[in-house]
């Protein structure tokens, strides 16, 4: 989508390869929590974006309770090169309460 500002959690972004625009496919699908799109711009957002906004939330520690995995693989096989490349990813969220000092997460 060309003309399009984005952002990664609430902050600009942008990629050496694409100019202005984040390449999503570079985020793991087990870190996404939502994408928000927005075609027109509200006060409280920054403009830039002639065809809209569209802004990457990733998954955080307190957003739900207690701990989250996820993983995941996935192997590519080139019938030119003949070779075979893997793809790994995963997801590790967990929170902790710690009574006085409050609540962790990581």
Request: charged residues 25%; proline residues 4%.
């Amino acid at each position: 989508m060309t003309q399009t500002r984005s952002e990664f959690n609430g902050r600009d972004s942008f990629t050496a390869d694409s100019g202005r625009g984040l390449s999503f496919q570079d985020v793991p699908p087990e870190m996404m929590a939502g994408v928000d799109i927005y075609k027109n711009q509200t006060a409280d957002m920054i403009e830039g974006g002639i065809a809209g906004t569209i802004s990457l939330r990733t998954r955080r520690p307190f957003d739900q309770a207690g701990r989250q995995l996820a993983f995941s693989a996935d192997w590519t096989r080139g019938d030119i090169a003949k070779e075979t490349t893997p793809t790994f990813s995963g997801l590790y969220s967990d929170r902790w309460d710690k009574g006085e000092l409050g609540e962790f997460g990581f």
